[in-house]
Structures are given as C-alpha cells and as structure tokens.
C-alpha cells in the first residue's frame, strides 16, 4: 500500500468514525495516528496472505531441496540471502536483516522495529536456531 493510499484510507475511516471520537483537539493527532497505525497493520497482513510476486522456477527449486544452498552453488548472493530469509517467520526475518545484513546493533534494531531489546536477542537466538536446522550457519 502506497502512503497516499494509507492516508487516504486513514481519513475515509476517520471521516466514518468522528461521531465515535472523545476528546480534546490535542487527542485528535494520536487517534489519527491510532487508525493509520491500524490501516498499516491490516494492509501489511492482507499483502503477506497473498503472494504478489510470482515465484521463479529457480526459487521453487531451492525451497524444494529441504536444504540451504552453498553460497557457491548459487551465483548472486542476494538470492541465497533471500532464499534463507523466506524462511523465517517475518519477525525474525526483520531481526536477521537488521543485525546480520544491515549490521544494526540490538538497541537500533530494538528502536527500529518497536520491540525491547530482549524481544530482539530472542527473536536473533530463535532465527539462528531454525537456520542451523537447515545447514546455514549465521555470523
């Protein structure tokens, strides 16, 4: 979803909902933001249900293997990245891509993604797990 799909979505629902608005004028920005926030959140659900891209005949081959590739066996290594990131769950994937790949540390990763810093190092310790169960050894 496009920002100015969401900001319009967002005031089509504010526009529906202001009758069931209380408040001051100064909460009238943080209610706002609340069904932005909202119609984020659903459209991110709604475009992870469904596979917008389609699927390569190389990808389909990879994830058929049950196994990681070796980093050789693979040209481009954005691919293999991304191979072994489709298989994580998306909190862990975001966990990984930010220390392992963008190098962030625990706290920006933390502050990135609005999670506390031991919700971070669980979700890390949690993708390296599953990762090791399919021969990939992370950093």
């Not at 069931?20 to 459209?43: E, K, M, P, V, Y």
């Not at 993708?127 to 950093?139: D, M, Q």
């Amino acid at each position: 979803m496009s920002a100015e799909d969401l900001a319009s979505e967002t005031w089509l629902t504010a526009a529906r909902r202001i009758a069931d608005f209380r408040g001051s004028t100064n909460d009238f920005a943080g209610w706002l933001f609340g069904i932005a926030r909202l119609q984020a959140r659903n459209a991110e659900r709604r475009s992870s249900r469904r596979r917008t891209a389609p699927a390569t005949s190389e990808t389909l081959a990879l994830t058929d293997t049950g196994r990681a590739p070796a980093a050789s066996e693979i040209p481009d290594s954005e691919e293999w990245v991304t191979w072994v990131l489709s298989h994580l769950p998306q909190r862990e994937r975001q966990v990984v891509a930010c220390l392992e790949v963008v190098g962030l540390d625990v706290a920006s990763t933390a502050a990135a993604l609005a999670m506390s810093p031991s919700a971070v190092r669980v979700a890390h310790h949690r993708a390296r797990k599953r990762l090791r169960s399919l021969g990939v050894e992370v950093g």
